[in-house]
Each structure stands twice: as structure tokens, then as C-alpha cells.
């Protein structure tokens, strides 16, 4: 009875009626569907009908293109147009891109222009997609039960999260089932699209529109400076760890796909059809450790990005994240054209073994060079804030500097002046030029050793911990010197 009444109590929270959701849930599942069964498995469908660097290569300018316009989009979503109309922009531009499709896989010699611009715009529609129609759905629910809390918020994502992930499975189960030819899906696949539209447009009068916030070019800059500044961050040890593990999995990955390729290689040179001597299950690890590996690697890089940036900065960390695997999609083609005595018309003739073996040297020099940069890149870590009791009757007053770390702002020199007596920061910037900005220093009356009551222990930054030493000097001397002031 405890079990059914806390499945229950999780439904309740996890699931509720929205008719908003009801009319985009069409849209979700086309959508969804379209990316799966055709975008995702383009390349499936070229080498049929070019070789296979050309495949590869239009593909990964295809998928490297999505990607880094998200960012462009996610602006352009915010701060212009709006969700809404970035919705629609997307899913007009699916239609005709998938009209193009079939017009071109009718005739496959005479319709090259007309692939690529269906090509084009269906890599436009993706890309705005990505950036706008969760985030729609997400203001339907913040809509209808406004979030007062950060926990009432957060339930609000849970529900929409709901919907958008059971669309998916479902979307994906069905993909998994389609095997028609490429003119006769773009066709259905259009058509689909044309009545998920219409239904959307029936709650039309029901929708909560955001509105465009302006110019966000000063937040891009703002992006910027932030990743300038923040070089020395304080990272959380699970936001390095989730990244290291997943470029683990990728040098993991690359190893079986070149055991792979060995072993298909030597099928093709001792049987004269191979695909009757191979297992399609033996594809499977190389799969299961590329689905953990994009997992772990992406979502630490999204939580990277969110670390960096204000709060309302942080729904851009999905598109920062894309942008940065679009890169990668670029450079996958020029590995692509200097590698290219590699590949044949297809994978029988290509040396896909070498291909492999070369990414697997660059993934694991890529995991080595990760791990140095993370080392070294200002995970400096200070013990934590403790109160120090005056230690020994003396003879004197002292400016001893009690150094208190502060996590709050996540930064390795952020330090703190406090009083052991009154245990209140007083500061005096407005009587001490060239004080630095993070920290301010008042005379402290101690029953003293003669030095700092609490020393700070160096860290491995040597140079800084000298620097600060000296500053500290600099500012004795001044305080001496202005004792009547003080």
C-alpha cells in the first residue's frame, strides 16, 4: 500500500492535463519524428547514391551548421522574435524542406539545386527548433501555475519535461519501424507535418507568448568577458568529472569501432558477401559507450557554461553546448578531405580502420590534454572559514589580516578582512587608494603574536600567494603611516 500511494504522489507531481500541451504535442511528435527517421540518419540515405566521403562530408556540414546557429537562434528567440514565431518559422521551413526532398529523391540526376536548398532549410528548421519549441512548451506550464518558489519552479519543469520526453520515446519507437524509400517518407513526412501544424494553430488563443526582451548582444559580450574573468573559477569537482569520464568513454568507443572495421575488413577480403558472416549485435558496444560518452560529456559541458554565467544567462547553456560539437562537425570534414585516400566509393573499399585508429589516437591526446588544462586551470581549493581566538597576551597592536575564504562568489583570490574582535568587515576603501577591489583592511587590535593570527597556507599558485604577500606589506606600512586617520 506505501508503494501504490508514493507512485501515486509522483504521478500527481510528475503529470498534469495541460490543453496547451495538447496542441503542441502534435508538433513535438512530428518534429521528433522527422529529426530521428530522416535528419539523424541522413547519412544512410546519401551513400546509396553518392560515395562515401561526399556523404560524409555534406552530412557533417549539415549537422556542423545546425549547431552553431542555435546560438544565432536562441537570440534572435529571445530577444526579437519570440518563441512563438520561431515555432512557426521552424515548422514552415520543415514543410517546404521536405517538399524539396521529395521533388529531388524523384529524380535523382536532375535535382541536385533542389536537394540543397530542401537540405538547407530543413538545417534551419532543425536549429530553431532545438532552441524554441521546449522552451514554448516550458512557458505554458510556468503560465498556467506561476512558480513562486525556485521548488514550484522546478516542479513546473519536471511536468513539461513529462510531455516533451514521452513525445520522444514514442517518436523514437516509431522510427525505429520505417523503412520506405526517401521520396515516399519526405512526402508522408510533409504531409504529417502540415496537420501537426494546423492542430497547432487551433490553441492558438490559448498560448502564453513571451515577449522579446531586446538587444542581447550585450549578453553575448557579457558571455565573454565572464569566461575572460572567471579563468581562476572554483569549478565544482562533479562538473570536471562528468567531462573526464565521457572523453573516457569516447577513447572507449573509438577502440571498438576500429575493431570493428578490422573485422569487417577482413570479412570483405575473405567472403564475397560479407554481411552474412557479421553480427549486427556486435555494434552494440560501440553504441552503448557513444550514448554515454554524449551523456556525460555534453551534460557536464551545459553544467560548465551554467557555472560561468548569470541566472538569466543559463538557458543558453543547450545551445553553447551544440555550438561547440558543431565545431567539431567542421573539423570532422577537413579530417575528412586530408584522410581522403582513406575512403572509397563505399565502406568496402575505405580503410575505415585507419580512420578509426586516428581518431582513436586523437580522442585519447584530446583525454590527456583535458585532464592538464583542468589541472591546472584554477581548481585551487582553500581550507574553510574558521574563527581564530586571540592566542597570546601581548605588547603591541597588530594589522594582522585574518584571511577568510569565500566560496559564495566562487573565486580563489576573493578574500576577506574581518575583524577577530567584533567579527564585522569594515572597510576603508574611500581612505586607501590603490586598494584592491576585493578585499578591504582596518587596524585590528590583537593580544598578539607578531604576525597574522591565522596565516594562510600557500597553494600551488606560488606566484599569486607572493604577490598577495607583498600586497599585504604594502598595506602595513600604509596603515602605520596613516595611524591618526585609522
Known sequence: MRIINWCLKKFRYYVVFSKEAMFIFGLIFVHSFVENALVNILITHLSGVWDV?????????????????????????DAYQGRFKMVVFSTISYIIGLVLFWNAARNRNAKIPTFYLGLVLITLAKATKEVSLKAFLDDQFMANNIPATEKDKERQHSRSNVWWRSTSILDALAAVFVSISLDLFSMISAIAMVVAYLWFWLGAKFYECNRPTGSAISDVLFVIKTAV???????????????????????????FAWKNAVHWLYLVNTYTQPSIHTDIFSLTPQFIFLGIMKGLSEGGLQSFFRSQVSESLKNYGPPFGECVIGIGKFLSVIFILIFSSWFGQDIDSSRLDNYYAMLTLLSFVNFLIYWLVAYWHGYDQFSPEVYCEPLIEGAQDSIGPLVLPSFSDQ????LRYVSVSTRRTQSLSDKMPNNPSYFSVFRRRTLSFPGPACPRTPNRLDDAYVQEKEELLHIKIFDYEHRDVL
Open 53 to 77: 566521403p561526399k556523404s560524409a562530408k555534406v552530412v557533417n556540414l549539415q549537422e556542423g551548421t545546425s549547431a552553431v546557429l542555435q546560438i544565432l537562434f536562441a537570440i534572435a528567440s
Open 229 to 255: 574573468l572567471k579563468r581562476n573559477i572554483l569549478y565544482a569537482t562533479i562538473i570536471k568529472g562528468r567531462i573526464g569520464i565521457g572523453m573516457t568513454f569516447s577513447v572507449i568507443c573509438c577502440i
Open 411 to 414: 573565486t580563489s583570490n576573493n
